[in-house]
Protein backbone atom coordinates (compact mmCIF):
# COMPACT_ATOMS: atom_id res chain seq x y z
CA UNK A 1 0.00 0.00 0.00
CA UNK A 2 1.35 3.34 -1.04
CA UNK A 3 2.46 6.22 1.54
CA UNK A 4 0.00 9.27 1.74
CA UNK A 5 0.97 12.48 1.44
CA UNK A 6 -0.01 14.80 4.66
CA UNK A 7 0.60 17.83 6.19
CA UNK A 8 3.41 20.27 4.86
CA UNK A 9 5.95 19.40 1.84
CA UNK A 10 8.31 21.13 0.55
CA UNK A 11 9.07 22.68 -3.19
CA UNK A 12 12.55 22.37 -3.00
CA UNK A 13 15.06 24.95 -4.22
CA UNK A 14 17.75 23.30 -6.29
CA UNK A 15 21.78 25.13 -4.50
CA UNK A 16 23.36 26.71 -6.83
CA UNK A 17 26.76 28.05 -7.12
CA UNK A 18 27.37 32.13 -8.15
CA UNK A 19 28.11 30.79 -11.76
CA UNK A 20 25.04 29.10 -11.94
CA UNK A 21 26.20 25.58 -11.97
CA UNK A 22 25.19 23.02 -9.19
CA UNK A 23 25.97 23.29 -5.78
CA UNK A 24 24.38 19.72 -4.67
CA UNK A 25 26.55 19.38 -1.63
CA UNK A 26 24.22 21.54 -0.18
CA UNK A 27 20.94 19.55 -0.47
CA UNK A 28 22.20 17.76 2.98
CA UNK A 29 22.12 20.17 5.40
CA UNK A 30 18.95 21.91 3.82
CA UNK A 31 17.21 18.49 4.11
CA UNK A 32 18.60 18.30 8.04
CA UNK A 33 16.97 22.12 8.46
CA UNK A 34 13.26 20.89 6.23
CA UNK A 35 12.52 17.48 8.46
CA UNK A 36 13.69 19.58 12.14
CA UNK A 37 11.35 22.30 10.68
CA UNK A 38 8.31 19.20 10.73
CA UNK A 39 8.13 19.30 6.90
CA UNK A 40 6.79 15.86 5.90
CA UNK A 41 7.67 15.22 2.04
CA UNK A 42 10.13 16.44 -0.24
CA UNK A 43 8.64 17.76 -3.51
CA UNK A 44 11.57 18.05 -6.00
CA UNK A 45 12.71 19.77 -9.71
CA UNK A 46 9.51 21.64 -9.75
CA UNK A 47 9.19 24.85 -10.28
CA UNK A 48 10.61 26.32 -6.75
CA UNK A 49 13.51 23.45 -7.98
CA UNK A 50 13.72 25.53 -11.44
CA UNK A 51 13.64 22.24 -13.06
CA UNK A 52 12.52 23.24 -16.44
CA UNK A 53 16.02 25.40 -16.63
CA UNK A 54 18.11 22.63 -15.59
CA UNK A 55 19.77 20.17 -18.14
CA UNK A 56 18.35 16.10 -18.22
CA UNK A 57 21.50 15.36 -16.52
CA UNK A 58 21.05 18.11 -14.16
CA UNK A 59 17.50 17.38 -12.98
CA UNK A 60 18.96 13.61 -12.24
CA UNK A 61 22.22 14.63 -10.15
CA UNK A 62 19.23 16.80 -8.22
CA UNK A 63 16.80 14.33 -7.50
CA UNK A 64 19.60 11.82 -6.29
CA UNK A 65 21.28 14.40 -3.81
CA UNK A 66 17.86 14.65 -2.38
CA UNK A 67 16.77 11.06 -2.54
CA UNK A 68 20.07 10.08 -0.27
CA UNK A 69 19.66 13.29 1.72
CA UNK A 70 15.92 12.41 2.89
CA UNK A 71 17.36 8.73 2.91
CA UNK A 72 14.00 7.51 3.38
CA UNK A 73 12.81 9.19 6.20
CA UNK A 74 10.00 11.46 4.50
CA UNK A 75 8.76 10.53 0.84
CA UNK A 76 10.40 12.70 -1.94
CA UNK A 77 8.51 13.34 -5.28
CA UNK A 78 10.27 13.72 -8.42
CA UNK A 79 9.18 16.26 -10.49
CA UNK A 80 9.72 14.77 -14.23
CA UNK A 81 7.19 16.64 -16.34
CA UNK A 82 8.63 17.73 -20.11
CA UNK A 83 8.10 19.50 -23.08
CA UNK A 84 8.56 15.58 -24.67
CA UNK A 85 6.82 13.35 -23.60
CA UNK A 86 9.81 10.48 -24.02
CA UNK A 87 11.98 12.49 -22.25
CA UNK A 88 9.75 13.03 -19.43
CA UNK A 89 9.02 9.08 -19.41
CA UNK A 90 12.88 8.68 -19.21
CA UNK A 91 13.23 11.06 -15.88
CA UNK A 92 10.42 8.67 -14.34
CA UNK A 93 12.42 5.46 -15.25
CA UNK A 94 15.61 7.35 -13.41
CA UNK A 95 13.55 8.87 -10.58
CA UNK A 96 12.30 4.68 -9.64
CA UNK A 97 15.98 3.66 -10.36
CA UNK A 98 17.41 6.19 -7.42
CA UNK A 99 14.43 5.13 -5.17
CA UNK A 100 12.24 7.66 -5.35
CA UNK A 101 9.25 7.78 -3.50
CA UNK A 102 6.86 8.85 -5.87
CA UNK A 103 7.19 10.83 -9.62
CA UNK A 104 4.77 14.02 -11.04
CA UNK A 105 4.41 16.15 -13.97
CA UNK A 106 3.34 19.46 -15.58
CA UNK A 107 1.75 18.47 -18.89
CA UNK A 108 4.15 19.21 -21.90
CA UNK A 109 3.38 23.26 -22.24
CA UNK A 110 4.34 24.14 -25.38
CA UNK A 111 1.90 21.78 -27.85
CA UNK A 112 -0.45 21.02 -25.46
CA UNK A 113 -3.33 18.65 -24.19
CA UNK A 114 -6.74 19.42 -25.78
CA UNK A 115 -9.14 17.41 -23.66
CA UNK A 116 -9.06 15.73 -20.54
CA UNK A 117 -8.73 12.56 -21.96
CA UNK A 118 -5.59 13.31 -24.09
CA UNK A 119 -3.89 14.44 -21.32
CA UNK A 120 -5.12 11.39 -18.81
CA UNK A 121 -2.91 9.56 -21.83
CA UNK A 122 -0.11 11.91 -22.05
CA UNK A 123 0.42 11.43 -18.13
CA UNK A 124 0.50 7.89 -19.00
CA UNK A 125 2.94 7.48 -21.29
CA UNK A 126 5.10 9.77 -18.44
CA UNK A 127 4.10 7.60 -15.55
CA UNK A 128 4.91 4.33 -17.36
CA UNK A 129 8.74 4.91 -16.85
CA UNK A 130 8.03 4.32 -12.87
CA UNK A 131 5.28 1.57 -12.73
CA UNK A 132 6.23 0.90 -9.27
CA UNK A 133 5.84 4.55 -7.86
CA UNK A 134 2.70 6.35 -7.53
CA UNK A 135 2.03 9.48 -9.66
CA UNK A 136 0.91 13.00 -9.15
CA UNK A 137 -0.39 14.80 -11.68
CA UNK A 138 0.95 18.51 -11.69
CA UNK A 139 -1.72 21.50 -12.27
CA UNK A 140 -0.25 24.76 -12.95
CA UNK A 141 -2.29 26.34 -15.28
CA UNK A 142 -0.89 29.96 -14.62
CA UNK A 143 2.32 28.40 -15.83
CA UNK A 144 1.23 25.60 -18.61
CA UNK A 145 -1.39 27.58 -19.83
CA UNK A 146 -3.19 23.67 -19.36
CA UNK A 147 -6.57 24.47 -17.95
CA UNK A 148 -8.66 21.24 -18.25
CA UNK A 149 -11.29 19.84 -16.56
CA UNK A 150 -9.92 17.98 -13.88
CA UNK A 151 -12.82 16.06 -12.55
CA UNK A 152 -13.33 14.50 -16.00
CA UNK A 153 -9.24 14.25 -15.76
CA UNK A 154 -9.56 11.84 -12.90
CA UNK A 155 -11.96 9.78 -13.91
CA UNK A 156 -10.28 8.98 -17.12
CA UNK A 157 -6.90 8.89 -14.58
CA UNK A 158 -8.25 6.15 -12.89
CA UNK A 159 -8.34 4.00 -15.72
CA UNK A 160 -6.20 4.94 -18.05
CA UNK A 161 -2.68 5.68 -15.63
CA UNK A 162 -2.30 2.36 -13.55
CA UNK A 163 -0.11 4.51 -10.68
CA UNK A 164 -1.95 7.12 -10.45
CA UNK A 165 -2.27 8.76 -7.26
CA UNK A 166 -3.34 12.55 -7.61
CA UNK A 167 -3.01 15.97 -7.97
CA UNK A 168 -0.60 18.98 -7.03
CA UNK A 169 -2.94 21.85 -7.06
CA UNK A 170 -1.56 25.13 -7.46
CA UNK A 171 -4.42 27.58 -8.42
CA UNK A 172 -6.95 29.65 -6.62
CA UNK A 173 -9.81 28.18 -7.95
CA UNK A 174 -11.30 26.55 -4.88
CA UNK A 175 -14.52 25.59 -6.16
CA UNK A 176 -12.72 23.02 -8.75
CA UNK A 177 -10.44 21.65 -5.88
CA UNK A 178 -13.17 20.97 -3.70
CA UNK A 179 -14.83 18.93 -6.14
CA UNK A 180 -11.79 16.77 -7.24
CA UNK A 181 -11.53 16.49 -3.03
CA UNK A 182 -14.54 14.67 -3.48
CA UNK A 183 -14.16 13.12 -6.52
CA UNK A 184 -10.97 11.41 -5.13
CA UNK A 185 -12.46 10.44 -1.89
CA UNK A 186 -10.03 8.73 0.29
CA UNK A 187 -8.44 6.80 -2.67
CA UNK A 188 -6.37 9.63 -3.86
CA UNK A 189 -4.15 12.71 -2.33
CA UNK A 190 -5.37 16.10 -4.01
CA UNK A 191 -2.36 17.99 -2.50
CA UNK A 192 -2.73 21.63 -2.18
CA UNK A 193 -0.02 24.17 -3.47
CA UNK A 194 -0.98 28.03 -3.38
CA UNK A 195 0.95 28.63 0.05
CA UNK A 196 -1.12 32.07 0.90
CA UNK A 197 -4.43 30.20 0.49
CA UNK A 198 -3.37 27.59 2.69
CA UNK A 199 -6.36 28.18 4.64
CA UNK A 200 -8.91 27.73 1.99
CA UNK A 201 -7.52 24.64 0.68
CA UNK A 202 -7.92 23.72 4.41
CA UNK A 203 -11.55 24.77 4.42
CA UNK A 204 -11.98 22.73 0.70
CA UNK A 205 -10.70 19.78 2.82
CA UNK A 206 -6.85 19.33 2.02
CA UNK A 207 -4.57 16.45 4.38
CA UNK A 208 -1.37 18.19 2.81
CA UNK A 209 -0.20 21.30 0.89
CA UNK A 210 3.16 21.67 -1.45
CA UNK A 211 4.91 24.86 -1.70
CA UNK A 212 7.74 27.23 -1.59
CA UNK A 213 7.29 29.23 1.12
CA UNK A 214 7.19 26.01 3.25
CA UNK A 215 11.20 26.30 2.69
CA UNK A 216 11.44 29.88 4.84
CA UNK A 217 8.26 29.85 7.32
CA UNK A 218 7.55 26.35 7.94
CA UNK A 219 6.53 27.77 11.85
CA UNK A 220 4.39 29.99 10.23
CA UNK A 221 2.00 27.29 8.00
CA UNK A 222 2.01 24.97 11.20
CA UNK A 223 0.44 27.96 12.62
CA UNK A 224 -1.98 28.39 10.51
CA UNK A 225 -2.61 24.37 10.65
CA UNK A 226 -2.52 24.11 13.90
CA UNK A 227 -5.36 26.84 14.75
CA UNK A 228 -7.58 25.41 12.35
CA UNK A 229 -7.62 22.16 13.68
CA UNK A 230 -8.37 22.93 16.67
CA UNK A 231 -11.40 25.32 15.62
CA UNK A 232 -9.92 28.82 15.94
CA UNK A 233 -10.44 30.97 12.73
CA UNK A 234 -9.99 33.79 13.48
CA UNK A 235 -6.30 33.07 14.60
CA UNK A 236 -5.74 31.13 11.87
CA UNK A 237 -6.78 34.07 9.48
CA UNK A 238 -4.70 35.83 11.21
CA UNK A 239 -1.59 33.99 10.43
CA UNK A 240 -2.54 33.61 7.01
CA UNK A 241 -2.61 37.59 6.27
CA UNK A 242 0.97 37.12 7.73
CA UNK A 243 1.88 34.60 4.91
CA UNK A 244 -0.06 36.67 2.34
CA UNK A 245 1.73 39.95 3.36
CA UNK A 246 5.28 38.08 3.44
CA UNK A 247 4.45 36.57 -0.58
CA UNK A 248 3.65 39.90 -1.44
CA UNK A 249 6.71 41.00 -0.11
CA UNK A 250 9.29 38.59 -1.33
CA UNK A 251 7.55 37.93 -4.97
CA UNK A 252 7.39 42.21 -5.20
CA UNK A 253 10.92 42.16 -4.38
CA UNK A 254 11.73 39.36 -7.44
CA UNK A 255 9.87 36.53 -8.00
CA UNK A 256 11.81 33.68 -7.41
CA UNK A 257 15.02 35.02 -7.40
CA UNK A 258 13.81 36.76 -4.12
CA UNK A 259 12.92 33.60 -2.89
CA UNK A 260 15.81 32.10 -2.93
CA UNK A 261 17.42 35.36 -1.62
CA UNK A 262 14.89 34.68 1.95
CA UNK A 263 16.99 31.12 1.91
CA UNK A 264 20.09 33.40 2.48
CA UNK A 265 18.26 35.56 4.59
CA UNK A 266 17.32 32.08 7.42
CA UNK A 267 21.15 31.11 6.74
CA UNK A 268 20.88 28.64 3.98
CA UNK A 269 22.61 29.91 1.24
CA UNK A 270 21.00 28.52 -2.20
CA UNK A 271 22.55 30.48 -4.07
CA UNK A 272 21.31 32.90 -7.21
CA UNK A 273 18.41 31.49 -9.84
CA UNK A 274 19.07 31.10 -13.82
CA UNK A 275 18.35 33.47 -16.26
CA UNK A 276 15.39 34.37 -17.19
CA UNK A 277 15.30 35.13 -13.15
CA UNK A 278 18.20 37.96 -12.44
CA UNK A 279 19.33 38.10 -9.63
CA UNK A 280 18.78 40.51 -6.33
CA UNK A 281 21.93 42.72 -5.25
CA UNK A 282 22.78 42.79 -1.50
CA UNK A 283 21.02 46.41 -1.27
CA UNK A 284 17.62 44.57 -2.68
CA UNK A 285 18.33 41.75 -0.58
CA UNK A 286 18.26 43.87 2.48
CA UNK A 287 15.48 46.60 1.48
CA UNK A 288 13.71 43.27 1.53
CA UNK A 289 14.84 41.66 4.58
CA UNK A 290 13.74 44.94 6.53
CA UNK A 291 10.46 44.97 4.61
CA UNK A 292 9.87 41.58 6.15
CA UNK A 293 10.57 42.71 9.42
CA UNK A 294 8.17 46.28 9.00
CA UNK A 295 5.80 43.37 8.61
CA UNK A 296 6.54 41.20 11.40
CA UNK A 297 8.89 38.55 10.77
CA UNK A 298 12.60 37.70 10.91
CA UNK A 299 15.06 35.24 11.21
CA UNK A 300 14.66 33.01 13.84
CA UNK A 301 16.90 33.16 16.37
CA UNK A 302 19.23 29.82 18.00
CA UNK A 303 17.46 27.39 19.52
CA UNK A 304 14.25 27.31 17.17
CA UNK A 305 13.71 25.13 13.94
CA UNK A 306 14.77 28.25 12.06
CA UNK A 307 13.26 29.91 9.14
CA UNK A 308 11.66 33.38 9.30
CA UNK A 309 9.39 33.17 12.43
CA UNK A 310 6.97 36.07 14.10
CA UNK A 311 8.67 38.70 15.93
Not at 96 to 116: E, H, L, N
Not at 218 to 226: A, D, W
Amino acid sequence: MRQRITGLVAATFTPMHSDGSLRLEAAGRMVEYLLGAGIRALYVVGSTGEGVSLTGQERRATAEAFVRAAAGRVPVIVQVGHTSLAEARELAVHAQAIGADAVSAVPPFYWKPTSAANLADCMAQVAAGAPKLPFYYYHIPAITSVGLDLVEFIRIARERVPTFAGIKYTAPTVQEYMACVAEAGDRLDILWGTDEMLISGLVAGAKAAVGSTYNYAPGLYRRIIEAFERGDLAEARRWQLLSVEMVRCILSAGGLAAQKATMRLIGYDCGPTRLPFAPLSDEQIERMAQRLREIGLAAATSGSPGGLEPI
